[in-house]
Structures are given as structure tokens and as C-alpha cells.
């Protein structure tokens, strides 16, 4: 999975990091769609449906989240 963000959110994800909340950017990335399920309740899905969204869009993209992510920090 990739996704284009701007400088702003990449700066949050990194601050949200070196607070100690998140261990990981990745970890970010999932609590953000967790909290989107949450938010948008059914139209969104449960927990389950959302790891299976991710893990499609894993394998359609060829790259893990945390790849993503990484490439995101890279380009930072």
C-alpha cells in the first residue's frame, strides 16, 4: 500500500513517533484507519474487515505497510 501525503502529515506521523504514543510510523498509519472504521461504523467495517482491506491492498501494491511507510519517511 502507498499513499501520497503531505509534508504536514508526514511531520505529525514523525512527532507523533518521538512522543513515545506510537512505537512506529506504521503503527500511526493503523490506528489512523482504525479510527476511520470507528468513525464511519458500518460503512467502514470492523476491525476484521479493515486487515482484510489492508491486506488486499498489500498484495496489490507488492509492498507491506511498513515498506510503505518507510518509503514515506525516506522522502522526507
Not at 5 to 27: C, D, N, P
Not at 53 to 58: G, Q
Amino acid at each position: 500500500m502507498s499513499a501520497d501525503v503531505t509534508e504536514e502529515i508526514k511531520r505529525i506521523a514523525e512527532e507523533l513517533v518521538k512522543s513515545g504514543m506510537y512505537k512506529s510510523q506504521s503503527e500511526v498509519v493503523r490506528d489512523a484507519i482504525r479510527q476511520l472504521a470507528l468513525k464511519y461504523g458500518d460503512k467502514a467495517g470492523t476491525k476484521e474487515e479493515v486487515r482484510k482491506i489492508t491486506s488486499r491492498a498489500t498484495k496489490k501494491s507488492g509492498k507491506t505497510l511498513s515498506e510503505t511507510v518507510r518509503e514515506i519517511r525516506d522522502e522526507a
